[in-house]
T-cell receptor, first 112, second 113 residues
């Protein structure tokens, strides 16, 4: 089955700097790659996603890139702000009504 | 997107009791719902896939007789944690997946004393 690896597990950046989180996946049939932000005690919130027919997607300060050949995808947050501090999860799923397989998460701390 | 509710949001129970968690799809007919579990400072792990009108599919290592799943209608799936023990204390989240994108319920924080 699918295996998703996520790095780093923790990341500290200065406010205004960029943050990059990387994930790899194992199942070449996976075609949907969302990123979630989770605050303590709350459900994961989708912040951006990408499908396998696209190589890059951007939404304001957040961007995701996908390399299908290498089976890895990355989250880029620019101009980080203290409110970006949270745990971020990448995930992958195959076509159809299938569950997500999550990475282990990255705890991002943005230092003011 | 789909709206998913979950009840209760928080429950504290004594060891040995059973707890039922409800997951409702409010605006989408969900033939399939997913149940995840998240221990503190860990990731979400799929427990089981709930299928309307048929038996649930459990992931390896998840006891089907302990975590009873019922999906009797297109809008409701329930997870019952039977004979709960402290090690079952966790955050339980359901989701449904129309068009590949997943929509999560708000989660249930279970604490077993």
């Amino acid at each position: 089955g699918e295996n998703v690896e996520q790095h780093p597990s923790t990341l500290s950046v200065q406010e205004g700097d960029s943050a990059v989180i990387k994930c790899t996946y194992s199942d070449s049939a996976s075609n949907y790659f969302p990123w979630y932000k989770q605050e303590l005690g709350k459900r994961p919130q989708l912040i951006i996603d990408i499908r396998s027919n696209v190589g890059e997607k951007k939404d304001q300060r957040i961007a995701v890139t996908l390399n299908k050949t290498a089976k890895h995808f990355s989250l880029h947050i620019t101009e980080t702000q203290p409110e970006d501090s949270a745990v971020y999860f990448c995930a992958a799923s195959t076509p159809g009504n299938t569950p997500l397989v999550f990475g282990k998460g990255t705890r991002l701390s943005v230092i003011a | 997107g789909a709206v998913v509710s979950q009840h209760p949001s928080r429950v504290i129970c004594k060891s040995g009791t059973s707890v039922k968690i409800e997951c409702r799809s409010l605006d989408f007919q969900a033939t399939t719902m997913f149940w995840y579990r998240q221990f503190p400072k860990q990731s979400l792990m799929l427990m089981a896939t709930s299928n309307e009108g048929s038996k649930a599919t459990y992931e390896q290592g998840v006891e089907k007789d302990k975590f009873l799943i019922n999906h009797a209608s297109l809008t409701l799936s329930t997870l019952t944690v039977t004979s709960a023990h402290p090690e079952d204390s966790s955050f339980y989240i359901c989701s449904t997946s129309p068009h590949n994108e997943q929509f999560f319920g708000p989660g249930t924080r279970l604490t077993v004393l």
